[in-house]
Every structure is written in structure tokens, then in C-alpha cells.
């Protein structure tokens, strides 16, 4: 019912800038989070950012605060995550989800998401 592409991923050094990009196609829920996850190799998918759709209230991971921005646009069914100063320990690759709105919900836990993209790759060389 919905499809999740990343786009944006790449090569880039220390302390450089990406945009990742998250379109979204189908039949959305009528109130969503949309929500940014990273898994590198050997660890467990962790939180980076999410934003409630509508309202667009967001919430940051702590270790990306003041670095990385996630905003939206309504009318290309988009979410982006801008990443200032990246550093190597950002290597990962990088997933987009989608997930129903309910207040109260932990939106950094990934159970809350349904779907999924197919993840853009994120390298950062020292």
C-alpha cells in the first residue's frame, strides 16, 4: 500500500554535507510519522530523526542534535534529513519508515514504523 524510496546516499569526507531524500507513493495513513533509522554493519537499526507529518513536530536522536535537520514538503510527499559535519561513526546505511500517528507513542522505537525503505548508503572517510 506504501512504498518508501531513498535517495542521496554516497562517498563523502569528514566533516562534509549530504541530503538524504524519502518519497513516498500509495495509500498513506490520514496521520503519520515519518521517521529516519540507520544500521551499519554488525549493530542494531538505531533512531536518527522523526517528524509528525502534519503538525511537524520532530525529535532528533541525541547524537545527531545541532548536525542533522529532518524536514518535509507536503506537496511532494517528501521527507529529507540534511547531515552537517559528518563524521566516519555516521557510516551506515540509511532507512526511511512510515509509521501511524498515536499520541504517546515512542517514535524512536522502531516497532511504531510499517513500512520501510530499501535504505541509500551513507560512507564518511576520515
Known amino acids: 500500500q506504501v512504498q518508501l524510496v531513498e535517495s542521496g546516499g554516497g562517498l563523502v569526507q569528514a566533516g562534509d554535507s549530504l541530503r538524504l531524500s524519502c518519497a513516498a507513493s500509495?495509500?498513506?495513513?490520514?496521520?503519520?510519522?515519518m521517521g529516519w533509522f540507520r544500521q551499519a554493519p554488525g549493530k542494531e537499526r538505531e533512531f536518527v530523526a522523526a517528524?509528525?507529518?502534519?503538525?511537524?513536530?520532530?525529535y532528533y536522536a541525541d547524537f545527531v542534535k545541532g548536525r542533522f535537520t529532518i524536514s518535509r514538503d507536503n506537496a511532494k510527499n517528501t521527507v529529507y534529513l540534511q547531515m552537517n559535519s559528518l563524521k566516519p561513526e555516521d557510516t551506515a546505511v540509511y532507512y526511511c519508515?512510515?509509521?501511524?500517528?498515536?499520541?504517546?507513542?515512542?517514535?524512536?522505537?522502531?516497532?511504531?514504523?510499517?513500512?520501510w525503505g530499501q535504505g541509500t548508503q551513507v560512507t564518511v572517510s576520515s
Open positions: 500509495g495509500r498513506t495513513f490520514s496521520s503519520y510519522v
Open positions: 519508515a512510515m509509521g501511524r500517528y498515536r499520541y504517546g507513542s515512542s517514535w524512536s522505537d522502531k516497532s511504531e514504523y510499517d513500512y
Open positions: 517528524i509528525r507529518w502534519t503538525a511537524g513536530f520532530t
